[in-house]
């Protein structure tokens, strides 16, 4: 059975039997794209260096029933970041939303099944916001996490609300019997003046190997805040597309923050649509990838109306056989004047087996803007190397100082304090191992 025909049986078997009305045309329409589109392969422009088609050939469990969830408290402990005594904790196991192991603990934050928002009061933006991605990502690894969307939620902060502590989603897979394919999927909707810290993290359960395909969309209105961090550090029996639509519809502020340490194969997508006046928007990543794993950014900032300002730092690290990707986009659209875009992605090559392929790219059709982009490729200073030893410093040490500092411009970029700690740590001790 090939590939189209395997999610065609599954398609119809996960099919509900009540009537969700919109979101089962969403659904269908959803599958004719992927049946369509397919999976992408090397001919495809944006997948030309992440090769996932092979990914499809491998046994891989679709979970259809969230009853079957064998994660307790214990496992969820496990994973928690620091600070969760106070954080509200959001947690998807094999792609479905857990009410039972979630815990909203601030007023402001409203979590809905994706099926009874899509029906109640916030019908309209479901309608009008669920798939929004889909404009510009045309693959069919998008459709087809939209035709499978079950155990999807709908989050809203209200408006005026200025969430004190964060947002934590545990993106949970449990491949401790078998090889599990998952696809969460969220909507959040960030109200009128409100300001809120999201914190996305992932955890494989178990040796056999997961895909997670996952789209979290999120819409911040007038006036709001928006903090959105996202941190891989999981197994290299993991591969990941993961991908984060930000649309800006009124004057607002976004901060995205992305940290990759680990991980088989990663494939990120961030979007950020700014379609109003006067946006603002900034967006990080620190990727330090070892082993045979392999890291793809592509980022898109598209700027619809005029008097936004936009800033895109990415850098990486890359050791051993690892392999990296970054392919950024700033679109500039003729109505959009006054812009101010800078992006900018740099690398280290710890070996002479690592690589990366990086394409920073610029389009734009207005005549009254500032912009800039660039990329650098390279190896660690060697005369900072030599000026630290000549000082008595042993050369690990050199070299973990310089990569510590190389990291920090992106570290200090982590606000909440107990989660850029951990992180700290984190890449201290992949110092400490990989360059040991």
């Not at 979970?63 to 970041?81: F, G």
């Not at 904790?89 to 899509?118: C, D, H, K, W």
């Not at 969220?186 to 009128?192: A, R, T, Y």
């Not at 995205?256 to 109003?276: F, Q």
Request: net charge negative.
């Amino acid at each position: 059975m090939n590939t189209i025909a395997y999610f065609k049986e599954r398609f119809d078997q996960f099919q509900p039997d009540d009537d969700h009305g919109s979101l089962d045309k969403l659904r269908e329409h959803a599958f004719r794209e992927f049946s369509n589109l397919g999976i992408p392969g090397s001919k495809h422009e944006e997948w030309k260096y992440t090769r996932v088609a092979g990914l499809f050939n491998k046994e891989f469990q679709l979970p259809a029933d969230p009853l079957t969830i064998s994660i307790t408290p214990d496992d969820l402990k496990a994973i928690r970041l620091p600070g969760h005594e106070m954080a509200n904790e959001m947690v998807f196991v094999n792609g479905f939303y857990s009410f039972s192991l979630s815990q909203i603990r601030t007023n402001g934050i409203q979590v809905v099944p994706m099926e009874e928002a899509s029906k109640n009061e916030f019908q309209g933006q479901v309608s009008q916001w669920l798939g929004d991605s889909s404009q510009y990502l045309k693959d069919g690894i998008n459709a087809l996490n939209m035709a499978f969307i079950h155990g999807a939620v709908f989050i809203h902060v209200a408006k005026g609300k200025q969430i004190e502590h964060p947002i934590y989603i545990y993106h949970i897979t449990d491949a401790r019997t078998v090889n599990i394919f998952s696809q969460p999927r969220s909507l959040m909707i960030v109200d009128e003046l409100a300001q809120v810290q999201v914190v996305e993290n992932y955890a494989t359960l178990g040796s056999n190997e997961s895909f997670t395909n996952q789209v979290m969309e999120i819409i911040v209105e007038n006036e709001a805040r928006l903090e959105y961090y996202k941190i891989q550090n999981d197994g290299s029996n993991t591969n990941q597309v993961s991908t984060t639509h930000i649309r800006q519809i009124g004057k607002s502020f976004t901060h995205a923050v992305t940290i990759s340490l680990n991980g088989g194969l990663v494939r990120n997508n961030l979007n950020v649509i700014l379609d109003a006046k006067n946006c603002e928007a900034h967006l990080y990543g620190l990727y330090f990838q070892s082993g045979h794993s392999h890291i793809d950014n592509h980022t898109i900032v598209d700027n619809i109306k005029p008097n936004c300002l936009s800033n895109e730092l990415y850098k990486g690290i890359l050791n051993d056989h690892a392999t990296g990707v970054f392919n950024g986009k700033i679109f500039v659209r003729q109505a959009a004047q006054k812009t101010n875009a800078y992006q900018s992605n740099k690398n280290i090559l710890l070996s002479d087996t690592s690589s990366v392929n990086t394409k920073p790219q610029l389009e734009i059709f207005a005549d009254d803007v500032k912009c800039t982009h660039g990329c650098t490729v390279g190896s660690l200073n060697e005369e900072g190397l030599f000026y630290l030893q000549s000082r008595g410093i042993s050369e690990k040490t050199a070299r973990n100082l310089l990569l510590g500092a190389y990291a920090s411009d992106i570290l200090e970029q982590v606000k909440p304090e107990p989660l850029r700690g951990w992180i700290e740590k984190l890449i201290n001790h992949r110092l400490e191992t990989d360059l040991s």
